[in-house]
C-alpha cells in the first residue's frame, strides 16, 4: 500500500525533449509526413465513397422513373340511390383531396418527407373512339394535387362544368348515357377535328354508346409540370399504349365534371390511384433501407385487391430499387474497406520501421541517460510526449486536408496510424533503454543460452502461428459468408463486427506471405554463403556473407513483401473492373448496338436487318424475337424467362466474333430429331437445367413442347433465359416475328441511329460510358488506382528506411575491408550484395502474392454488382504494371548503393579504425 502512495507522476526532462526533437528532426518529419499523407487517403476516402453511394441512390431512383412511384388505390363507396338507381355525388372532387389526405397520412413522416407532394389520379375505362378507320382509344383523367390540378390555359371553350345543377339526382341503371364534359388539349382536339360543343364518337368495352362533350380547348402553362407525366395522353396523342397500331386521346376532368364522369360509367370503373414520387435528391444512402423497409410494411398492411371497400390498397417497386441499390453499395464500401485495410497494414509496418530507425539513432543517447540515472518510466513518458505531438498534429493536418477535399471526413480508419505513430516510437526507445542498463548477463552454460535461443523462436513461432491462424479464419468468413452485410432494416452502412474479419483477409494474407519468405529468405542465403565459400570470387563470399547477416531482419522484408503485394492486388482489382465493365456492356448490350424494334414496326424487320447489314462498316446482323416474361410452364411450375427465338447458327457466328463467351451447345438447337423442340435454358435459381421438359403456351392453340438440351448464353443480362431455333420453332407451327436486331462492326452505330424505324436505339459505347461515369464506380477505380500508388511509395520508402537503417553498420564494416586491400568500387558490389536480396525477393514474389490473393479474393468480393455481369468477372493481370512495380523497386535498390557510396566518401579511415576502441 505505501508503495502505491508513494508513487510520482514521470519528471519529465524538457530540454532533453527538445534537444532530441531537433536532432532527429528529419525522421519525425518523415514520419509524420506518412502519417498526414495516409490520414488524408483514410478519412477522404470513405467521405467520397459515401457521397457516391448518395449519388447511386439517387441515380438508381431516376433511372427507375415512375415504377418507383408509392401508389395508393382504393375503391369508391358504392352510389347505390334508395329507389334502386345511381345518386350522383357534387362533392366527390373533395372525397379525392379526403383520400389523398388519407394515405398521404399513412405513409409516415419519414416516408413523406422522402416524396414529392402527392397527385391524385381519377381513370375512366379504355373507351373506343368509333369515328374512322384507324384504331384509337380514349380516356377522361381528373388530376389533383394538394394545390388543385396542373395549370392550363383554355384557348378555346372553358373548363368542363357539371351536367346538371341539382344538389340531389339519382340516375337508374340501364338508363340513357349520362353526360360528362372535358377538355381536349390542341394537339388532341386537332388530331380529332373537334371543338367546344363536339361530341366525341366513343363506345365502352361492351359496345354501349358514350355521351363524352367537349367543353374547351386548353393549353398546358408548364408541360414539364410532373402531374402530367402520370398522363401523357392528356398533352398529346400517343401511340401503341393499347395495342399495336392503337392511339391514345384523353380529356381533361375538372371537379365539377367528376361526378357526371362517375355516373358516365359502370360502378367500377372509375378507378382513382394516389401518386407519391419519390425525391431524389431527398434520398440518400443512409436512409434508403428505412425507406424501403416503410414501404414493404405498407405493401404488408394493404388492403387486400378483392375489397370492394375504401381501404388503401399500396403498389410500388420503391423498396425493390431502393434495396438493389444498397447491395451494389453495401459491396463496393466493403471492396473498398478491403483496401484501406491494406493500406493501413503497410502504413502500420513502414511506421514501425521508422521507428526502429530513430531508435537506433537514438541509442547511444537513450543507453547514456538510463545509465545516468534516468528512471525508465521517465524516458518513456518523454519519447510518449514527442510521438503523441508529431502523431496528433500530422494526423490532424491529414484530417483537415480530407475535410477540406471531401464533404466529410471519417476519422476512424485514422486511428491505426495515429496508433503506430504514436506508440512504436516509445516502445522501442523503452526497450533500448532498458536493455542498456539490464544487469542480466549472457550465462556460461551452453545449455542455458540455448534454452534462451529456444525460447526466443517459440515466441517467434507462435506469433507467426497466430498470424496464420488469423488469415485461415479470415479466408474461410470470407468464402463462406462473403463480404456482403446482412440486411437488416436499421442498417447505416457501417462495418459490423462480423465483417472486420473477412475485410483483413487481404492484409493478413500478404502477412502470411511475407512471413513464410521472411523463414525462406535466411536459408537461401546461408546456402548462397556455403556456394560462395567454395568459390574463389571473394567479393561473393562477402556479399554473400553479409546478406547472410541481415537476412533476419524482420521489418525491411514484411514491409517490402507487404507492399508490393498490396499494390500488386489493387492494380488487378483496378484491370477487373475495368475488364469487367467493358464485358458487362457487351452482355447488356449483346453487339456493338441493338435494335428495339416497335410493336408497330416489327413486320419491317426483316427489310431493316437487310439494309442495316448493307451499310458501311457492319459485319455482322442478326434478328430475333425476344419476349420477356413469356409464359412458359413446367411440369407444375409457371415461369416468365426471356424467350429468344433466333437463327441459332447466325447466333453462334456473332457470339464467336465478339467478346462474348461462346455457346457450342447452340449446336444441338439445329440437330434434326422428331420429338420436343430443342431449346437451351439459363436460370438464376437453377429451377431450368438441362433435361427439364417445357410447354410454351399459345392464345387459341395447343402449347409447343420444349426439351432442354443445353445451358444457354446470358442474353442482354437476363439471368433467365430460354433460347429456341427459329426454324425449329417455325415448324412446330410459331414461326418467329423479330422485334430485335444486334449489329456488331465499327459501323453498327451510324446504321442503326438511321434505320428510319420507330425503334429504342442501344449503342455499347453508350452503355459501358455510362457505366464507367457511375458514381460507384468512378470511386472504386480512383481508390483502387491512388491505393496502388500509395502502396508502392511506401514500399520505396520502406526500401530507404531499411537501407538507412543498417547503413552505419554496414558502410563501417565495408570501410574496414577498403584497409584490407578492397577497392570503392567492390566495396559498391559487396553493399549492393547485401541490400538486393530482399528486394529482390519482393520484387518477384509480390507480385505473385498478390495474383494468388486476387486469385483468392476476387470471387467473394461481388465484383459482378459493380460490373453489371452475370457472373462474377475473372481476374485480369495487368502483367506490364505489374512488372513496373518489380522494376521501380529494384530501380530504387540500385539508386541506393551509389548515394550511400557518395554520402559515406568523406568518412576517414582513421575514425573508422578507432570505431571500436
Known sequence: ???????????????????????????????????????????????????????????????????????????????????????????????????????????????????????????????????????????????????????????????PGPTVTAEYVETPYGGPPWPVQVGLSEADATALHLGPGDRIPASDGRGRDMDVRVSGIYRPADSADPAWRLAPSLLRPVPGVDGVGTTRFAGLLSRESLPDARLAVDQDQLRRTVHFAPEPDALTWDTAGALASRVVKLKAASGSSADRDES????????????????????????????????????????????????????????????????????????????????????????????????GVSWIWAVPVILAGGVAGPAFGTLVAARASRDRRQPANPAARRWIRATGRLRRAAVEVAVLIAAVAAFGALHQRGLLPGTSDGDTGDLSGDLVLPISALALGALVGGLVLLRLLPLGARFALRQALRSRRPL??????????????????????????????????????????????????????RLDVGADAEAATPALAERIAAAPGVRQVVVAQVTDSARVFTESTPLTPRLVIVDAEAFQRLLATTPLPDAPALARLTAPGPGDVPALVRSGDGVLRTGTRLQLTRDDAPAIRLTAVGTAPSVDGASDVVIVDAAALADAGL????????????????????????????????????????????????LAWTAAAVLLALGLLGLMLAAAAGASERWQTLTRLR???????????????????????????????????????????????????????????????????????????????????????????????????
Open 540 to 593: 561473393a563470399v562477402f556479399g554473400a556473407a553479409r546478406a547472410a547477416t541481415t537476412a533476419g531482419r524482420a521489418l525491411p522484408l514484411l514491409v517490402l513483401v507487404s507492399t508490393t503485394t498490396l499494390a500488386s492486388f489493387a492494380l488487378i482489382l483496378g484491370a477487373t473492373v475495368t475488364r469487367g465493365l467493358a464485358d458487362g456492356a457487351w452482355s447488356t448490350v449483346g453487339a456493338d448496338a
Open 735 to 782: 414461326p418467329a416475328v423479330p422485334n430485335t436486331v444486334w449489329v456488331t462492326g465499327p459501323g453498327a452505330a451510324r446504321a442503326v441511329s438511321n434505320s428510319g424505324v420507330a425503334a429504342d436505339v442501344v449503342l455499347r459505347a453508350d452503355v459501358l460510358r455510362a457505366q464507367r461515369a457511375a458514381p460507384l464506380t468512378t470511386g472504386l477505380l480512383r
Open 312 to 407: 388503401l390498397k399500396w403498389e410500388s417497386q420503391l423498396d425493390t430499387a431502393l434495396r438493389d441499390a444498397r447491395t451494389r453499395i453495401s459491396a463496393v464500401l466493403t471492396q473498398a474497406a478491403v483496401l484501406l485495410t491494406g493500406v493501413l497494414t503497410a502504413t502500420v509496418l513502414v511506421l514501425l520501421l521508422a521507428a526502429e530507425l530513430l531508435t537506433r539513432r537514438r541509442t547511444p543517447a537513450l543507453s547514456a541517460a538510463r545509465q545516468r540515472g534516468a528512471a525508465l518510466p521517465d524516458l518513456g513518458a518523454e519519447l510518449l510526449i514527442e510521438s503523441a505531438v508529431v502523431s496528433l498534429s500530422a494526423a490532424a493536418v491529414g484530417l483537415a486536408l480530407a475535410r477540406a477535399a471531401a464533404p
Open 819 to 917: 584497409t584490407l586491400g578492397l577497392r570503392p568500387r567492390d566495396a559498391r558490389w559487396v553493399a549492393a550484395g547485401e541490400l538486393l536480396p530482399p528486394v529482390v525477393v519482393a520484387a518477384v514474389c509480390g507480385p505473385l502474392l498478390g495474383v494468388l490473393l486476387a486469385r483468392l479474393m476476387l470471387g467473394p468480393l461481388d465484383l459482378r454488382l459493380l460490373t453489371g455481369q452475370a457472373a462474377d468477372p475473372g481476374a485480369v493481370l495487368p502483367w506490364w504494371l505489374l512488372g513496373l512495380v518489380s522494376v521501380a523497386l529494384l530501380a530504387a535498390a540500385a539508386t541506393v548503393v551509389p548515394v550511400e557510396s557518395a554520402l559515406r566518401r568523406r568518412d576517414r579511415l582513421s575514425e573508422v579504425l578507432r570505431a571500436g576502441e
Open 1 to 159: 500500500m505505501k508503495r502505491w502512495l508513494t508513487r510520482r507522476w514521470p519528471a519529465l526532462h524538457w530540454p532533453s525533449i527538445r534537444g532530441r526533437g531537433r536532432t532527429d528532426a528529419g525522421p519525425l518529419l518523415l514520419t509524420a509526413a506518412v502519417i498526414a499523407a495516409v490520414a488524408l487517403l483514410a478519412g477522404a476516402a470513405p467521405a467520397l465513397l459515401r457521397a457516391a453511394a448518395d449519388d447511386a441512390v439517387q441515380d438508381t431512383v431516376r433511372r427507375a422513373g415512375q415504377d418507383s412511384n408509392v401508389l395508393a388505390r382504393a375503391d369508391w363507396e358504392r352510389d347505390d340511390g334508395p329507389t334502386g338507381g345511381r345518386v350522383r355525388t357534387p362533392r366527390l372532387a373533395g372525397n379525392v383531396d379526403d383520400f389523398r389526405a388519407r394515405a398521404t397520412y399513412a405513409l409516415g413522416p419519414d416516408l413523406d418527407a422522402a416524396l414529392l407532394p402527392p397527385v391524385a389520379v381519377v381513370n375512366g375505362p379504355i373507351l373506343s373512339i368509333t369515328d374512322g378507320t384507324a384504331p384509337r382509344t380514349f380516356q377522361f383523367t381528373y388530376l389533383a394535387g394538394d394545390l388543385g390540378g396542373p395549370a392550363v390555359t383554355w384557348v378555346a371553350g372553358g373548363a
